[in-house]
T-cell receptor, first 113, second 111 residues
């Protein structure tokens, strides 16, 4: 069964600290993996997209890693800011079939001053 | 939010009424999607369309209908048959390379 599981479900950290969010998937065949940031009441915004051959990609203070062998990805946030408070969603795209996106349930991050 | 617009941002509906949510994109994307998001849950696919005049049911299509008469537009109608329509609705579009962009969403509340 194609699934995407994210952990933790929620996370609270202090401003300036780093954190890492996890995404495990069982989607096959694999095409790509994306991380989205979703502010409350807004649409998700893409942070990174990685294909099978990429194992790390950065977007400012956000760094995503991908281990295609273990089917795991992580999103590392460096020097967190209050504006990082949001839900972070992992989405895996299948390599076949007419509909290809499998969504995780997200990690809700709260950054405190 | 890219080049995808959704309207209205907030929508209130009385029970038994049909309502239509608008989604327009100027990204020249072939594929468009409608998702429903409920608190604590991942996005669930309602309908999707890969080309004009063609669309497919997603995982939770019951009580919803769509049309795709133009490449730029993919309106969603929430019918009275949808038993629990209160939710946040997201429209998205994507390229053939599957780079998906989302709209800002419409929050529907049934009174």
């Amino acid at each position: 069964k194609n699934q995407v599981e994210q952990s933790p479900q929620s996370l609270i950290i202090l401003e300036g600290k780093n954190c890492t969010l996890q995404c495990n998937y069982t989607v096959s065949p694999f095409s790509n993996l994306r991380w989205y940031k979703q502010d409350t009441g807004r649409g998700p915004v893409s942070l990174t997209i990685m294909t099978f051959s990429e194992n790390t990609k950065s977007n400012g203070r956000y760094t995503a890693t991908l281990d295609a062998d273990t089917k795991q990805s992580s999103l590392h946030i460096t020097a967190s800011q209050l504006s990082d408070s949001a839900s972070y969603i992992c989405v895996v795209s299948k390599g076949s079939g007419t509909y290809k996106y499998i969504f995780g349930t997200g990690t809700r991050l709260k950054v405190l001053a | 939010d890219g080049g995808i617009t959704q309207s209205p941002k907030y929508l209130f509906r009385k029970e038994g009424q049909n309502v239509t949510l608008s989604c327009e994109q100027n990204l020249n994307h072939d594929a468009m999607y409608w998702y429903r998001q409920d608190p604590g849950q991942g996005l669930r696919l309602i309908y999707y369309s890969q080309i004009v005049n063609d669309f497919q049911k997603g995982d939770i299509a019951e009580g919803y209908s769509v049309s795709r008469e133009k490449k730029e537009s993919f309106p969603l109608t929430v019918t009275s048959a949808q038993k629990n329509p209160t939710a946040f609705y997201l429209c998205a579009s994507s390229t053939a390379q599957r780079e998906e962009s989302f709209g800002p969403g419409t929050r529907l509340t049934v009174l």
